[in-house]
């Protein structure tokens, strides 16, 4: 099952490259009208090896569940400097383990509130969020609060 849907997927993106390909070589042709074929040929591979190369270009993978958790987080959080303020918070409070408890603090984001014990890692984000929001404005404000002071 596993080989044909893979045979599927690639059949439709070869479909494509071929769509491109021949759209990108009508018009190159109609554009370098009387230009010799083996030009015109030798466009279309390179157009063509172009196309295999971004289309072969597999996306970064998360290796292990916390990194899932930052990968989540980072698509919360856009800005690479305050991203990297929540990670090294984060890395410090609860090395992204949802599971974490520090006394009455539970979860990634060691937040004093029993709910958290059942939620998981990907919600545990979202309310560390919305609370950092709420009381620093921003994490690398919660990260340097967290620096002088030893939590946050």
């Not at 006394?103 to 984000?125: A, C, E, F, V």
Request: charged fraction near 20%; hydrophobic fraction near 40%.
């Amino acid at each position: 099952m596993h080989v044909h849907n893979l045979w599927t997927t690639r059949q439709s993106t070869a479909q494509v490259i071929h769509i491109l390909v021949s759209n990108l070589t009508h018009r190159l042709a109609s554009i370098l009208a009387g230009e010799p074929l083996r030009r015109i040929a030798r466009r279309r591979c390179l157009v063509l090896v172009g196309v295999l190369c971004i289309v072969s270009t597999t996306p970064a993978e998360a290796i292990t569940k916390s990194d899932q958790y930052k990968l989540y987080a980072h698509s919360r959080i856009i800005d690479a400097k305050e991203y990297r303020c929540l990670e090294l918070l984060w890395n410090r409070e609860s090395m992204w383990n949802p599971a974490a408890r520090n006394g009455s603090h539970w979860g990634i984001p060691q937040l004093r509130n029993d709910k958290l014990r059942s939620m998981d890692g990907y919600t545990q984000i979202d309310w560390g969020l919305r609370y950092l929001q709420s009381r620093y404005k921003t994490p690398c404000r919660a990260w340097a609060f967290f620096q002088a002071n030893g939590y946050s």
